[in-house]
């Protein structure tokens, strides 16, 4: 009876060592296109979270189980896992501390034009509407719900692990780069080995 893989965590100096073996991991690099485009793992592919559930059934047939999932810190990683392993793919590694630990630990990092990153974007948006529904209430009553609602959006971002803000944020035109294309993504994995 064979035991099925689980995901696990891989150190930035466990993935350094698997990188510079005869046989390294892929790198699937699930943040937005902007995000990657900013700073990334040379030799990664980019795969944004909502195109990878979208194509997971498809993905998963050109992949194999050696492959890492990286992101900002580990949590959109984790999700993309939780989606392929529903596709058939289960046991995929997971950068622990995603690009944060990698940039931290001092290994080799493409970069590109830099922008802000998904969760300083949420913050910054959500810290606005909180101010503005606390400051506009004075102005208009009943506007203080709008920072009730923003922060029972954070509170269930949390508990839930997702974050709607986020995904949202990911589909503004700042966040997108011109030549980011789905199924080429796909295909190029598909290519890939």
């Known amino acids: 009876m064979t035991t099925p893989l689980t995901p696990r965590d891989l150190t930035?100096?466990?993935?350094?060592?698997?990188?510079?073996?005869?046989?390294?991991?892929?790198?699937?690099?699930?943040?937005?296109p902007a995000e990657f485009e900013g700073a990334h793992i040379p030799g990664s592919y980019n795969v944004p979270l909502d195109t990878l559930r979208e194509h997971r059934e498809e993905l998963a047939k050109h992949l194999d189980t050696d492959v890492?999932?990286?992101?900002?810190?580990g949590r959109r990683a984790g999700q993309a896992e939780r989606a392929l392993a529903a596709a058939?793919?289960?046991?995929?590694?997971?950068?622990?501390?995603?690009?944060?630990?990698?940039?931290?630990?001092g290994a080799p990092i493409i970069h590109g034009?830099?922008?802000?990153?998904?969760?300083?974007?949420?913050?910054?948006?959500?810290?606005?509407?909180?101010?503005?529904?606390?400051?506009?209430?004075?102005?208009?009553?009943?506007l203080q719900a709008l920072s009730a609602f923003v922060g029972g959006g954070l509170a269930f971002a949390?508990?839930?692990?997702?974050?709607?803000?986020?995904?949202?944020?990911?589909?503004?035109?700042?966040?997108?780069?011109?030549s980011f294309d789905p199924r080429k993504a796909v295909a190029q994995l598909a290519d890939g080995r």
Not at 12 to 32: I, W
Not at 68 to 73: E, N, P
Not at 88 to 105: D, K, Q
Not at 158 to 178: D, H, K
């Open 12 to 32: 930035t100096g466990e993935l350094r060592t698997r990188l510079d073996s005869a046989d390294p991991p892929r790198l699937l690099d699930v943040r937005s």
């Open 158 to 178: 949390a508990l839930s692990n997702t974050c709607a803000m986020g995904v949202l944020l990911s589909r503004m035109p700042w966040n997108r780069t011109p």
């Open 88 to 105: 058939g793919l289960p046991g995929l590694a997971v950068l622990a501390g995603g690009m944060t630990a990698w940039e931290n630990s």
């Open 113 to 142: 034009r830099e922008r802000w990153d998904m969760e300083r974007q949420v913050r910054l948006v959500a810290g606005s509407l909180v101010l503005a529904g606390a400051l506009g209430s004075f102005a208009v009553p009943g």
């Open 68 to 73: 890492v999932l990286v992101c900002r810190s």
